[in-house]
C-alpha cells in the first residue's frame, strides 16, 4: 500500500507521474462511485476546496469530517478512527498537527492517505508549488538548473517544497532569522534526497539570481502565543520590492497563502506582475487530483 506523508515518500520519477496526470484533462475516474474521506484537525479554506474538488473530478464522492465530529485520541484513538473509515472509503486525507497521528494512521489503514497538512510536511502544496513552477518556465524538465529561493519560517511548507523542487533539479536557498532555519535533521532529509541546498540568515544574498522567490506566514496556526516574538525576529524578512528586484528579470513570486498583508510580503509583491499566487492557489486542486490519482493506481 502507498501512502504520501512527504514529497520524499516518491522517487523523482514518480513525482514527474503525480505533475503530468495533474496536467492532463481530466478524464479518468478511478474514484467512480466510491468515497474519499477528508479528516481536518485544522481548518482550510484552500486544501477544502482543491481537495473536494480532485475527489469530484475522479469520480468520487468527498466527505469532509470536521474535528469535533470525530475528536482524534479524544473521542476516539487515530486507529480507531482510521480502521472505521476505512469501513466506508477508498481513500483517507488527514490534516493533522502531529504528524506521529499520520503514522499511526498509516499502520492500521487499509487504505491509501494521504498527508492534507502536519508539522513535519505539506506535500500537496509543495506538488502544486512545482506545477505552478512548470508552467511558468515550459514543464517539469525546464526546472532542472534553476534557482529556488524560500525566505521565512524553515517549517513544514519549506521543507515539502525543497524536496518538490530540488527532486526537479532546482537549487534551493532558505533565508531565515536565527533560531527559524531547517533543524539540521531536516535539511539532511532535504540533500539526502538529492537536492542542492543553501540555508542563510541573508535574505537579499538568497534573492540575488533567483527564479522564484517565496515566502509563508512567519506565524501559523497553533503559534499564535508566538506572534509578537516572531514580528520582531522575522522584521528584516519581509518580500518587498526592492528584495524581488534582486530577483533574475523573469522571476515570479509565489505563497502559499493565507498571506498576512505587510508582514512576509508587501501588497505591491502580493499584487504585482511578477505574482503566481492565485495560479498557485489553482494548482492545489490540479496538484491533489494527480496525487490521488497515482495513489489510486499503486494502492
Not at 87 to 113: D, M, N, Q, T, W
Not at 231 to 237: E, G, I, P, T, W
Request: net charge negative; proline share 5%; charged share 25%.
Amino acid at each position: 500500500m502507498r501512502h504520501l506523508l512527504e514529497i520524499d515518500d516518491l522517487t523523482p520519477t514518480e513525482l514527474r507521474e503525480i505533475l503530468s496526470l495533474g496536467l492532463e484533462p481530466i478524464g479518468a475516474r478511478p474514484l467512480e462511485g466510491q468515497g474519499a474521506a477528508l479528516l481536518f484537525e485544522k481548518p482550510s479554506a484552500r486544501t477544502r476546496n482543491s481537495m473536494e474538488l480532485a475527489v469530484v473530478q475522479l469520480g468520487g464522492h468527498p466527505l469532509t469530517i470536521r474535528p469535533d465530529e470525530v475528536g482524534l485520541d479524544t473521542r476516539e484513538t487515530v486507529e480507531d478512527v482510521v480502521r472505521t473509515l476505512c469501513c466506508y472509503h477508498s481513500i483517507i486525507g488527514a490534516r493533522v498537527f502531529e504528524h506521529s497521528k499520520l503514522e499511526r494512521a498509516v499502520a492500521v489503514s487499509s487504505v491509501p492517505i494521504v498527508n492534507m497538512l502536519s508539522d513535519q510536511g505539506h506535500p500537496l502544496q509543495g506538488l502544486a508549488d512545482v506545477l505552478t513552477l512548470a508552467d511558468e518556465f515550459g514543464g517539469p524538465d525546464a526546472l532542472d538548473g534553476r534557482v529556488l529561493t524560500y525566505v521565512g519560517d524553515g517549517n513544514n511548507v519549506a521543507r515539502s517544497l525543497a524536496l518538490a523542487a530540488g527532486m526537479l533539479g532546482m537549487e534551493i536557498r532558505i533565508a531565515s532569522p536565527a533560531g527559524y532555519a531547517l533543524t539540521d535533521a531536516d535539511a539532511a532529509k532535504v540533500r539526502a534526497a538529492g537536492v542542492t541546498l543553501h540555508c542563510s540568515d541573508d535574505p537579499a544574498a538568497a534573492c540575488r539570481g533567483a527564479d522564484a522567490v517565496y515566502t509563508d506566514v512567519w506565524t501559523s496556526m497553533g503559534q499564535e502565543a508566538e506572534s509578537a516574538q516572531r514580528l520582531r525576529d522575522f522584521a528584516d524578512f519581509t518580500v518587498t520590492d526592492e528584495l524581488m528586484a534582486l530577483a533574475s528579470e523573469d522571476a515570479v513570486f509565489l505563497h502559499c497563502l493565507p498571506a498576512h498583508r505587510g508582514e512576509e510580503v508587501t501588497d505591491s509583491v502580493l499584487e504585482g506582475p511578477r505574482s503566481r499566487v492565485w495560479p498557485q492557489a489553482e494548482n492545489r486542486m490540479h496538484a491533489a487530483r494527480g496525487a490521488l490519482h497515482w495513489l489510486l493506481e499503486h494502492r
